[in-house]
């Protein structure tokens, strides 16, 4: 079974710049999560969407940050205008049946990483 | 509001020894308790799970978990640390109320030969 598909896996921009980051989750998984990882920390949901729908973005930056999922499979983060703090990884994560027993669990791709100058 | 907590910064073990990896949660209603493991310049492995039944958990990589309503717990172990076993490990809450998983802020675990 393919696992969860991300690209790039690194960038570099200058602050006030944009940026876009890929994902492809597992095949079924209508729920797609991004995750930002400060180094040092752990991870930090941002938005969850559930097939083409959002469930949560409480977190999301939503002035700088956005994200769609068109169709109800691959989905795309954008930054813009990055700033500094934003040097991250972000991980795309997928799971079949959230919150519902069995099968929650979310499995996650490699991860982009972003430095912001 | 729920939360997950990992006390420890940082965890060190000899190799052959049993190892320990403590967290702690808060969540109203059932919790659905998850491990991963996080290599360098690697994503998140899913390690184990607890959704309901046994309270002992087996997972991959001879790791286990225990979950112990009375005190909040979800302690991830392993009765013989290897070298290998050298990495960032997570505590995960997903609530069965809810479909959000959220994760601690991680503990490094480093195994000495």
């Known amino acids: 079974e393919a696992g969860v598909a991300q690209s790039p896996r690194y960038k570099i921009i200058e602050k006030r710049q944009s940026v876009a980051f890929w994902c492809n989750p597992i095949?079924?998984?209508?729920?797609l999560y991004w995750y930002q990882q400060i180094l040092g920390q752990g991870p930090k949901l941002l938005i969850q969407?559930?097939?083409?729908?959002?469930?949560?973005d409480s977190q999301l930056p939503k002035d700088r940050f956005s994200a769609e999922r068109l169709k109800g499979v691959d989905s795309t983060l954008k930054i813009q205008p990055a700033k500094l703090e934003d040097s991250a990884v972000y991980l795309c994560?997928?799971?079949?049946?959230?919150?519902?027993?069995?099968?929650?669990?979310?499995?996650f791709g490699q991860g982009t990483r972003l430095t912001v100058v | 509001a729920q939360s997950v907590a990992q006390p420890e910064d940082q965890v060190n073990v000899a190799e052959g020894n049993p190892l320990t990896v403590k967290c702690t949660y808060s969540?109203?209603?059932?919790?659905?308790l998850f491990w991963y493991v996080q290599y360098p310049n690697r994503g998140l492995q899913f390690l184990l799970k607890y959704i309901t039944g046994d309270n002992l958990v087996k997972g991959s990589y001879g790791f286990e978990a225990e979950f112990n309503k009375s005190q909040t717990s979800f302690h991830l172990k392993k009765p013989s640390a290897l070298v290998s076993d050298s990495a960032l490990y997570f505590c995960?809450?997903?609530?069965?109320?809810?479909?959000?998983?959220?994760f601690g802020s991680g503990t490094r675990l480093s195994i000495r030969p």
């Open positions: 095949s079924g998984h209508a729920t």
């Open positions: 995960a809450l997903g609530p069965s109320s809810a479909s959000k998983i959220i």
């Open positions: 969540v109203s209603g059932n919790p659905y």
């Open positions: 969407f559930q097939n083409n729908g959002v469930v949560d």
């Open positions: 994560a997928s799971s079949f049946r959230p919150g519902q027993g069995a099968d929650t669990e979310a499995f």
